[in-house]
């Protein structure tokens, strides 16, 4: 029994198979431009480089994931072929060519997000080169070094953010801030003015 709606559904993959090209050049990751120019610009050149490293931890995590794929993939279909060339006609060697169909077409669709990986990895690579060289000397210490004024800055902004969008600094905020060595309150003009306590200890009694 012909299954009425196998029709529609193979008009429809037809018209998708006619959109390859223009899906070529569209990204269904992030684009070259979000990946350089839209990370969190408070972050410092150590935030970016573990920003960076862990992007590129999982495109490479992936892109292998597909090689394991594909090469499994691969062996299905041999061993597929080979059977349906002994297979007499009739149901079983229809089950065979539909497994041949179906393995053929994943390998297909995967190709796209292969090309996708493989831009952005091309991207964090460009990206990681140029921060390693701001970083001569990376260690996991020198990491650590710079998560203070990371922190700070970040928090700060937070803040900022906060008062702007809802008149207020939240409990978290404040609690993150003052964990990080600083505390907020308002100047005699109103504006919110943030102080770090070395800076605390330094004004007159």
């Known amino acids: 029994m012909m299954d009425k709606l196998l029709p529609v559904v193979a008009r429809v993959v037809s018209a998708f198979e006619d959109l390859q090209q223009s899906m070529r050049a569209v990204p269904f990751g992030n684009s070259a431009f979000q990946n350089e120019h839209l990370a969190d610009p408070n972050l410092t050149p150590h935030r970016r480089l573990r920003f960076v490293l862990l992007q590129l931890s999982q495109r490479v995590n992936t892109l292998q994931g597909c090689a394991f794929r594909r090469r499994r993939l691969a062996l299905d279909l041999e061993e597929a072929q080979a059977a349906a060339a002994r297979a007499e006609p009739g149901l079983a060697r229809q089950r065979i060519e539909l497994d041949i169909e179906e ?71 404040l609690e993150a801030l003052e ?7 308002r100047d005699a003009a109103g504006a919110l003015a943030i102080t770090s306590d070395e800076e605390q200890e330094r004004l007159p009694s």
């Open 179 to 185: 964990q990080c060595g600083l505390r907020a309150q």
């Open 103 to 173: 393995k053929t077409w994943a390998l297909k669709q995967e190709v796209k997000l292969i090309n996708d990986a493989l831009i952005e990895c091309e991207t964090f690579y460009a990206i990681f080169a140029n921060l390693k060289a701001q970083l001569p000397e990376l260690t996991r210490a020198s990491f650590e070094r710079a998560e203070l004024p990371y922190w700070r800055e970040r928090l700060s902004g937070d803040a900022r953010r906060e008062l702007l969008a809802v008149g207020t600094v939240s409990a978290g905020t």
